[in-house]
């Protein structure tokens, strides 16, 4: 694991590939404020405007990782000059993320129309569960029913059971976040191109049932079954699934292609099974064989025995575990910044490196900062608030930080 550049000792050229691109982020919860720090993780400078009070799930401001290389404002959208501050943001941002429910952006005077009347090359990103129109638009939601509905949840676990939840994964991140992302980016490229912005509008619905293209095509050609745990991919197939250790731990299989099964089945001294790779009809002997041998040992000592294979095992680690695992210590996939471990900016460059260049931003602490950096003077009419980073006390940083 490596330890994080600090912003005052990070030179310029790591600040990532969108350094100079200017993003302003209407706080959020989920994948709205995760697709802004990969922005900002890739050099953007991103401007969160938080609301007062916060949200009532958000997650306590000095742990909240998603909120790092950021800076924050708070703005209140229903006060009378509320909008004007975020337009005025808006004329001078290259993008703005926004993920409330249809129409309430425009009902506070910053929805796409208003922001693009003042800056129409601005890129406006809309993040939602159910998308921008269709009948659920208006409706409530989170991650577990949007993938429920795109069919990917009922893709995951045995079939006696119930679907279990995946985390946010799944939904939020993948088929919200980086899809919003992937938009912006796009749209961006055009923007610089043409001289037009426009609006994105990523549903995470949307890009859920994107990520099952390929099942999509499985199913056509009848190499995949609509029932959960009887295929290739989704725990039906015994040697691409999990088993249990002799320690109460877990091991990773995936040793689909022929080779990799066949180094697999050795190392377990399951010699019998060789054959047992093509015939469904022995798969659950092998699937019984396979459990047992994996219980008569610990996880660690499967771990050090498949480690310099390739019969694609490993070890199921968990979230505290991961950061010591050697491969991702010596990658730097994991990085401590502010007494914080958390993963470390992805993808990589080679020219212009990301890094984590600060800790999550407190709300509200970067306001007289951004209001020079990004001439916006009325964002401080107000007085500074407490801890704003404005103050004689915390000297501001330089705005390419």
Known sequence: MTTADTADAAPTPRHGPLAGVRV??????????????????????????????????????????????????????????????????????????????????????????????????????????????????????????????????????????????????????????????????????????????????????????????????????????????????????????????????????????PQFYDTFVRLLELDDFTDARKDPSRWDDLREAVAARFKSRTRDEWTALFADTDACVAPVLSLTEAPRHPHLAARGTFTDHGGITQPAPAPRFSLTPAAVRGGPARPGADTAEVARDWDVPLLVTDPPRQGDRSSSAHPPRKASQ
């Open 24 to 257: 302003v982020e209407l706080a959020g919860i989920g994948p709205g404020p995760f697709a802004a720090m990969l922005l900002a993780d890739l050099g953007a400078d991103v401007v969160r405007v938080d609301r007062p009070g916060g949200s009532a799930l958000a997650v306590d401001p000095a742990h909240d990782v998603t909120n790092r290389n950021k800076r924050s404002v708070i703005v209140d959208l229903k006060s009378p000059d509320g909008p004007a501050r975020v337009l005025d943001l808006a004329a001078r941002a290259d993008v703005l993320l926004e993920g409330n429910r249809p129409g309430v952006a425009e009902r506070l005077g910053v929805g796409p129309d208003a922001c693009r009347a003042r800056n129409p090359r601005l890129v406006y990103g809309r993040m939602t569960g159910w998308g921008q129109d269709g009948p659920l638009a208006p409706r409530a939601g989170h991650d577990i029913a949007y993938i429920a509905l795109t069919g990917a949840l009922g893709l995951i676990g045995p079939p006696d059971t119930p679907p279990p939840a995946p985390a946010n994964l799944l939904g939020d991140y993948a088929g919200g976040s980086l899809y919003l992302v992937v938009g912006v980016l796009a749209a961006l490229h055009h923007a610089r191109a043409t001289g037009e912005g426009q609006v994105v509008d990523a549903a995470i619905v949307d890009g859920t049932a994107h990520l099952s293209a390929m099942l999509h095509g499985m199913l056509a050609a009848g190499r995949w079954q609509d029932r959960r745990a009887a295929n290739l991919l989704d725990g039906g197939c015994p040697y691409y699934g999990t088993y249990e250790t002799a320690d109460g731990g877990h091991m990773a299989v995936g040793a689909l292609e």
